[in-house]
């Protein structure tokens, strides 16, 4: 007759404790003034850098944000034109300062 192969069983993994439950915590609001002070990074830094550079010019740590700024506001001015001229689509020449 022919011997079977006899298998141990496996242990069960024990069994994790539940991680102790996080108190909620109320979330400040954001006012309209504090989310006009941390404006979203729309430059690539990297890249900026580089065509600076590519002046022959050195860029300051603040350059970026400055420029980040500029951007910010030349954005408002184009959407100020378009709907001061009844339009919500913003064209090229909406950029255009005077």
Do not use: C
Not at 10 to 26: L, M
């Amino acid at each position: 007759m022919a011997k079977k192969k006899t298998t141990a069983k496996k242990k069960a993994a024990p069994k994790r404790k539940a991680a102790p439950k996080r108190k909620a915590v109320a979330r400040k609001k954001t006012t309209k003034r504090a989310k006009k002070n941390a404006m979203e990074m729309l430059l690539v830094g990297s890249k900026t850098k580089a065509a600076l550079k590519g002046h022959g010019v050195n860029v300051g740590g603040d350059a970026i944000e400055g420029l980040n700024g500029v951007i910010h506001w030349y954005i408002e001015q184009a959407v100020k034109r378009a709907k001061a001229n009844k339009r919500k689509t913003v064209r090229a020449h909406d950029f255009v300062v005077m």
